[in-house]
């Protein structure tokens, strides 16, 4: 009787620790959170990728609410002071999710990005008036590609690569290869590399495609670019059925995000 309590006991114990591990292992945590004044982005790392991740400006244009429904946050988390345009930053935990409130000093319009890579969200505020035409085609491809209209963000970051814009190839050649074209995406990155972007997640990307095309020099190669930029390995990017085949025809909150004053 003693005995098979004991393996009882035992075996719960298993099951417990193992239960915990595969939680902890899904479980995606907001490590910190990284002001931009220059660049007026809001930076959020994580331990893996948040999924689902929803974004929305009040009717003021004055604060962009980040919902994260599969994220959590450490109670110790410590919120970053504002800075420039980014007013204040505070972290909630709601039903909805983990939401990160970004408050401005001034009426903005943003666009969202994520680096797959490196496990980032960010934040760019902005304002249409005093955009270049680079920049101008840059975030209207962040905007389209978040919206799921995957061929004007295309289309959008050709006119901002056109304009010399390495951050705009960076983004289109990750997207590219999260929709399994890797020819395009092996182009992209690389005119992302000529044109002096500093997202590490180009090298990852790269380092991706090398290995799957079987130039195992090339991928080492890239891998080490990025983990001296990141201090961590690359994993595998995660293809989107929805960014291969599916398009949204009017994404309806795109007009919201236009910091269009009446």
Same mark, same amino acid.
């Given at each position: 009787?003693?005995?098979?309590?004991? %393996?009882?006991?035992?075996?719960?114990?298993?099951?417990?620790?193992?239960?915990?591990?595969?939680?902890?292992? =899904?479980?995606?945590?907001?490590?910190?959170?990284?002001?931009? *004044?220059?660049?007026?982005?809001?930076?959020?790392?994580? =331990?893996?990728?948040?999924?689902?991740?929803? +974004?929305?400006?009040?009717?003021?244009?004055?604060?962009?609410?980040?919902?994260?429904?599969?994220? +959590?946050?450490?109670?110790?988390? =410590?919120?970053?002071?504002?800075?420039?345009?980014? *007013?204040?930053?505070?972290?909630?935990?709601?039903?909805?999710?983990?939401?990160?409130?970004?408050?401005?000093?001034?009426?903005?319009?943003?666009?969202?990005?994520?680096?797959? $890579?490196?496990?980032?969200?960010?934040? %760019?505020?902005?304002?249409?008036?005093?955009?270049?035409?680079?920049?101008?085609?840059?975030? +209207?491809?962040?905007?389209?590609? *978040?919206?799921?209209? $995957?061929?004007?963000?295309?289309?959008? $970051?050709?006119?901002?690569?056109?304009?010399?814009?390495?951050?705009?190839?960076?983004? $289109?050649?990750?997207?590219?290869?999260?929709?399994?074209?890797?020819?395009?995406?092996?182009?992209?990155?690389?005119?992302?590399?000529?044109? +002096?972007?500093d997202i590490a997640d180009v090298y990852a990307g790269l380092a991706e495609i090398h290995g799957k095309l079987g130039d195992v020099d090339k991928?080492?190669?890239?891998?080490?670019?990025?983990?001296?930029?990141?201090?961590?390995?690359?994993?595998?990017?995660?293809?989107?059925?929805?960014?291969?085949?599916?398009?949204?025809?009017?994404?309806?909150?795109?007009?919201?995000?236009?910091?269009?004053?009446d």
């Amino acid at each position: 009787m003693k005995r098979a309590l004991r %393996h009882s006991v035992v075996f719960a114990l298993v099951v417990f620790v193992t239960s915990a591990a595969i939680y902890a292992q =899904n479980t995606v945590e907001l490590l910190r959170i990284i002001v931009n *004044e220059r660049d007026a982005r809001v930076e959020m790392a994580f =331990n893996a990728l948040p999924s689902n991740t929803q +974004s929305e400006l009040n009717p003021a244009k004055d604060r962009i609410t980040i919902t994260l429904p599969n994220a +959590s946050v450490d109670a110790a988390f =410590n919120e970053p002071l504002g800075k420039g345009v980014i *007013e204040d930053i505070f972290v909630r935990s709601s039903a909805e999710g983990l939401k990160v409130f970004v408050d401005l000093s001034k009426r903005s319009g943003f666009a969202v990005s994520t680096l797959p $890579y490196s496990n980032r969200v960010q934040v %760019h505020m902005f304002s249409w008036q005093s955009l270049s035409a680079s920049d101008n085609a840059l975030y +209207s491809g962040m905007l389209a590609q *978040e919206s799921g209209v $995957y061929s004007a963000a295309g289309e959008e $970051y050709q006119r901002a690569v056109d304009a010399g814009s390495g951050t705009a190839a960076a983004y $289109y050649g990750l997207m590219l290869l999260q929709q399994g074209k890797l020819a395009e995406a092996q182009l992209m990155l690389y005119k992302a590399r000529s044109l +002096s972007s500093d997202i590490a997640d180009v090298y990852a990307g790269l380092a991706e495609i090398h290995g799957k095309l079987g130039d195992v020099d090339k991928q080492r190669q890239f891998q080490q670019l990025f983990e001296s930029k990141t201090g961590k390995q690359p994993g595998t990017i995660v293809q989107r059925t929805d960014a291969a085949n599916v398009e949204v025809v009017e994404p309806q909150s795109l007009a919201t995000r236009l910091d269009v004053f009446d």
